[in-house]
């Protein structure tokens, strides 16, 4: 069969990679791709005309939706009335990602294990004061919209969370949609399901790195790195998360009749009360998805098949040994402004088993140059996560660009220790 992956970062070269690896994969193409991946056509992800143009033209049958933006805005809903498969929720369900309050909603109306929040409006300036000083300045600051994984401010004191307060109304409007959340502490996990829509399969647990500088701190970034296996993750951790958010979760997406044949990711903290979902996304995540499918030993398209025709309950996951670290390399200043265009060198010089995912990259004339913040995803697999650190960081040593940046501690943090 041939596939279509909609996206051009990091996420969507693992998953046409992933998917090349199939006996029943033919072709993949990538709209529009980037410098890494194969059979790139420039298509908008949101010109769906143009999209259902190509694929009918070349026989395409299923569609891999990569990034948020699509689903939110209605692809699946638009191929419905066409035999291809498309890999992600309808509209309707792809608003538990693009507005956090309605996710939020949904999460207290289907008793889903979560903080505590507040709804709230920019011109709500005096309420905010307040509940501000309720949790004295202990909170998250949560644009409503999609954001690109930059739309949350986590505050420490009143000072900073009235700063975060002002800069999200600075760049998301003085009539921007936003919520106020409890302030979780503990250790964070990203858990993917493949469902369809009643049943799901998940994937090997991780974590991600999302904010720019070591030891978790500086801005909120899209994910600076992540690895899998959680090495505290034990089967006793995920009956509680299935039991407490998973199955919830599964009860309102089928109340809400929802069409879910895609991902459901999990954020959630692991409180001192237990665990507490911070937010759903509709898609794969990134940098988790660098680190999930190369552990995964199961055939993808296999597994999206399933999630089509039936047999998802009964699928067998299979997963690779080891441990799995991906670091992402950077254009110095993101994630606010940078500088693009630069040349990429030493990408040959890394190891044959390290994956290399190019995330902000574009091929010009035979070179590879930067095109975005998030330039180069290096994964190295191991035995055990203290080798599979050392491996990438190697590795990651010997690709260069101007003010190339990346985090020292991926998969080292304190706490795991």
């Known amino acids: 069969m041939k596939i279509v992956v909609i996206g051009s970062g990091g996420r969507e070269h693992a998953i046409s990679w992933k998917l090349s690896q199939s006996d029943k994969v033919e072709k993949v193409f990538v709209l529009p791709g980037n410098g890494g991946t194969e059979n790139n056509i420039n298509i908008d992800a949101n010109d769906f005309g143009k999209i259902k143009e190509f694929c009918q ?10 990034p948020e933006d ?24 792809a608003v538990m990602e693009s507005s956090k309050i309605w996710s939020k909603k949904f999460m207290q109306k289907y008793n889903v294990a979560t903080a505590d929040f507040w709804e709230l409006n920019a011109v709500d300036g005096e309420k905010a004061a307040e509940v501000i000083a309720k949790v004295d300045g202990n909170c998250v600051i949560k644009y409503d919209g999609l954001a690109a994984g930059k739309g949350v401010f986590v ?94 979760t599964m009860r309102g997406i089928q109340a809400e009749q929802f069409n879910y044949k895609g991902v459901i990711y999990f954020g959630v903290m692991l409180t001192e009360n237990g665990p507490k979902l911070l937010e759903y996304n509709v898609r794969l995540g990134d940098p988790e998805t660098e680190v999930v499918l190369p552990a995964l030993k199961s055939d ?15 699928f067998q996951m299979d997963f690779n040994n080891g441990y799995f670290v991906d670091v992402v390399l950077v254009s110095g200043g993101y994630p606010k402004a940078y500088a693009k265009g630069c040349e990429i060198s030493g990408i040959d010089d890394v190891e044959t088993e390290t994956m290399i995912f190019q995330a902000g990259t574009k091929l010009v004339d035979g070179k590879i140059l930067s095109s975005g913040g998030r330039v180069i995803n290096v994964v190295a697999n191991g035995n055990t996560l203290h080798e599979t650190i050392e491996k990438v960081y190697l590795e990651c040593k010997k690709i260069n660009f101007k003010n190339v940046f990346y985090r020292k501690d991926i998969g080292n943090r304190n706490s795991l220790k």
């Open 57 to 66: 033209e070349e026989g395409v049958e299923l569609i891999f939706v990569g």
């Open 70 to 93: 699509p689903l939110a805005n209605g692809i699946v809903d638009y191929f419905e009335d066409t035999p291809i498969m498309v890999f992600g929720p309808e509209k309707r369900a």
């Open 155 to 248: 505050c420490s004191s009143i000072a900073e969370a009235q700063d975060s307060l002002a800069e999200l109304i600075e760049i998301y409007g003085a009539d921007a949609d936003y919520l106020i959340e409890e302030k979780l502490i503990g250790q964070e996990l990203s858990l993917l399901a493949f469902t369809d829509g009643k049943d799901y399969q998940l994937l090997l647990p991780s974590q991600d790195h999302k904010q720019l500088l070591e030891d978790d701190k500086g801005p909120n970034t899209g994910g600076m790195g992540a690895f899998c296996p959680v090495p505290f993750y034990n089967e006793n951790l995920k009956q509680q998360i299935i039991e407490d958010i998973i199955e919830p």
């Open 300 to 314: 993808l398209a296999d597994l999206l098949l399933a999630c089509f025709d039936g047999t998802l309950a009964d």
